[in-house]
């Protein structure tokens, strides 16, 4: 079973940035996709941002121009560089990895962004 362990959270000013990073506990040869989503208070979990095997991003309209996926195959890991914070991207960011017959989803970092 694949655990994933997301870091880089934390308090930080609007306009401010973070990268978060997520990191496989183990190599895995067949990713299909990797992706970021968010939970914010009283909100229901969402989609942020993906990144499918053949290089291909998707991104939410409200993060759209500020947030940059990445990934790194040889070390299984996927980042999300977040640019232009606003207040109301204060959530609990998860990382889910998806296999052919699998995934995986991480405990969760927070971000907060005070106004």
């Known amino acids: 079973q694949v655990q994933l362990v997301e870091s880089g959270g934390g308090l930080v000013q609007a306009g401010g940035s973070l990268r978060l990073s997520c990191a496989a506990s183990r190599t895995i040869f067949t990713i299909n996709s990797m992706g970021w989503y968010r939970q914010g208070p009283g909100k229901q979990r969402e989609l942020v941002a993906e990144?499918?095997?053949?290089?291909?991003?998707n991104y939410a309209d409200s993060v759209k121009g500020r947030f940059t996926i990445s990934r790194d195959n040889a070390k299984n890991m996927v980042y999300l560089q977040m640019n232009s914070l606003k207040p109301e991207d204060t959530a609990v960011y998860y990382c889910?990895?998806?296999?052919?017959?699998?995934?995986?989803w991480g405990q969760g970092t927070q971000v907060t962004v005070s106004s």
């Open positions: 990144i499918i095997s053949g290089g291909s991003t």
């Open positions: 889910k990895f998806v296999g052919s017959r699998w995934n995986a």
